[in-house]
């Protein structure tokens, strides 16, 4: 079989450089910041393990969703909504559907946040779908750095837009590049020729972008349909088959079938509802819902993570409302298993890599890190064939303020994180850190005469960030390495250990690189 | 255009079109790759719920064409830029939007 001509493959080139070049600053920074979200979790832990985190499932729930169900007017009882919410407490939401003017069909009810303990009331709130923001020492770090990740910061919908074209457009860049590349597998085990010369560049680029190819394939398909899913497919399929009613598509989607029976019952013992899906699952909910509560027909559905029990899927149990017996494991969407309920419920695992605990996100982390050299690699590549015109040449040093600066600027979240945690607002504290350190960056970059000098002093400057870190860490108020040892708490050890190797490496790579430099200029004088 | 080609744009008169696309290749395959491609792709997302099996689910005709929009997006970025003379290409991208036009409005028309 023939593949494309010449003529094909030079156009197919300009299209796989375009595609990586117009949009390669934002593709970095989604790149990079996944490929930190994907120890977020750990980071959580690391940012506030001082605070003892109990998880809200852990105690019983039953008499606390009663208690407040007492109090709650008698139209929000029939759906119950019981998360543990981002910032660690236990949410519960009594709601009815409601038509609310201009804005369609909503969830409107009283929502009530608690202490992940005690279950006493932290706020209270009726209104519209829970929109209520505590202050969350816990997850606010992973969350911002999240954020970046799947938004850019954007609100709304046109976050999800801009990264979901950014997957596409990273999709372009893959099948261009599996086209173009005609010796794929003698290119895994290419060496970097010295020098840094073009083709020193091209053999870097090859060599990240081969071995990390099923990876990007997989993550920027997964990722643009995340982004796309709710924000674009959705709506569209709404207004083509459900004549625009979105909550009827989502409905059709999400909601199977069920036999109604109105007759009264009582709720079923929602702690037993609880054990009996910890044992099945392996993991505690992070959802559970009651659907027409005080019903014979009534059902409780737990909604679990990616994993758990070795399934690579999350999984979504369902029990009878009345009696608390398990009905079945439900399909993610659909009424049964069927090829599509397979592949939108093997999107999100496939994306996180959480399937398979710590062992699943280390490849996730390495083959992230790998994607990562490949952008930034390609850009490279770009840049050095065009460094005789001069409009590429100023955008050489762009491409170094923001190959550095973004990871100087998310350690400057960090520690606006960490000094915010004295004075409580950790959300301005997190984007504030991120912004001033984003404006330190920029000052830099407007200063600095060369792009090689930007990077050396950037790449010195998060070096030396993010060898601080552990001690601000310290300093404010966090758990000390005994206390991680004795307590279990891993992560900080995990995520100290990765601070101070990574300011190690690029201290120590930074000073063989200087050495070099002297030593040619030696030779030459 | 050759002589070969003059003879078949008499028997098919619509090869005219496609041959004075040809005659702009650059402009032909940044249209297709473009607007052409995006529109064929958000239509496709639109149209397949109409066409596609249901599935035991009940929902794979809807779930489907969205988990397919950004890899069908994505070739019809990169298609346009395989052949020498991407008339062609235009061509199909126009007629296939045109079906998935007509299979929207009798879907609709079939679900109201």
Redesign the interface.
Known sequence: MNGPSNQAIKRLISLHGWSGTVLSIFLYAVVLTGTVSVLRDEIARWSDAERHIVHPFGQPIYATVRRLSDQVPEAFRAQVRVEHARDGSLRVFFYEKRKIPGRGTQDFGRDYLLDPETHSILAARQGVAPHQRVESRAHELSHFIVDLHARLLIPGRLGLYATGVLGVFLLVAVITGILIHRHILRDLFVTERPGGRVVSLRDRHGLASVWSLPFSILLAFTGTFLSFATSLGLPIVAMSAFGGDIDRAFAAVTTPAKVENAAPADLADLDQVMADALRISGTYPRLLTIEDAGRRDARIVTLHRNGGNGAVRSHTLEFDGATGAFLRDRPLVGHEPSVGSATVALMSPLHFGDFSGLASRAVWLALGTVMTISVVSGMQLWLKRREDDPVWRSCRMMFAAVVWGLPVMLSGAAYGFFLSILGHDVHRGTLAGFLVSGFVVLVLSLRAATPVELSRVLRRMFAWSVLMLPVLRLQTGGVSWGEAILNNIWQVLLIDALCLALAVILLVQQRVQDRAAQNALNLAE | MTEQDNSRVDVFPHLRLIAKWNAHPRRT?WIS?GPLGFVMA?LS???L??GLPV?????????????L???L???L??VP????RPGGVQAAYIGTILVELVL?VL??GG??
């Open positions: 395959r790759a958000i997302m639109a149209s719920p109409h599935g035991a689910g009940g929902v794979d005709h809807l779930v489907m064409p969205v988990v929009f950004p890899l997006w994505a070739v970025i990169v830029v395989l052949p020498e929207i879907g609709c679900s109201l």
